[in-house]
């Protein structure tokens, strides 16, 4: 069964446009028999997702660190929860789990997660493949400055040649032709 590795936030103190989309996106995965693999979290687009996939039948993996576990609950709707010391650690399971990536709408720890894999696609670690679901142009601003970056040669590639850019959960699944992959992290 494919697995979807999905960065998003951990808060419930964010807009009300953003849960209904990670209910979403959690019961489609589950629908199409993806596996979800997420941040472990109980609370914000993290639970959400994870609750939604769960009930509607869906393979669930949470990796949480352990010091995370007091501040973003267990996910007990996890078939599978593994627990890290560290958030490299984390990040690792999820990278080696993950037949392909989704990004919501997060914070700083959802940007650093998705940098990373996106960097290492395009220094060509992994050809798996990533879709940023721009929720009511949550991540516009972040699109134009990777537009600059490719302006001004500081990347190579378009972010669009790297990443699929979409608006609901439907079509970033759509986008995500999903293999099994074979390559873990660069050493």
């Keep these: 069964m494919p697995s979807i590795c999905v960065y998003c936030s951990s808060s419930n103190a964010i807009s009300e446009v953003y849960p209904p989309v990670a209910e979403a996106l959690g019961r489609e995965i589950a629908h199409r028999g993806h596996t979800l693999v997420y941040g472990g979290g109980a609370v914000g687009l993290m639970g959400v997702m994870a609750r939604a996939a769960h009930e509607a039948g869906g393979n669930v993996t949470g990796v949480i660190p352990s010091k995370l576990q007091d501040r973003e609950g267990i996910a007990y709707e996890a078939d599978e929860l ?3 010391e560290t958030m490299r650690e984390r990040k690792k399971l999820m990278y080696e789990r993950a037949d392909a990536f989704v990004v919501l709408p997060g914070g700083y720890g959802t940007l650093e997660e998705f940098m990373e894999v996106l960097t290492l696609k395009q220094l060509g670690y992994h050809d798996r493949p990533i879709a940023i679901l721009n929720v009511d142009g949550f991540y516009d601003t972040l699109l ?3 537009e ?5 040669y ?3 590639e378009a972010i669009t040649d790297l990443a699929h850019v979409v608006t609901t959960p439907e079509a970033a699944l759509n986008r995500l032709d999903v293999v099994p992959a074979e390559d ?3 050493s």
């Design 82 to 84: 593994l627990v890290t």
């Design 144 to 146: 134009d400055f990777f």
């Design 148 to 152: 600059e970056l490719r302006e001004g």
């Design 154 to 156: 500081f990347a190579r």
């Design 184 to 186: 873990g992290l660069p």
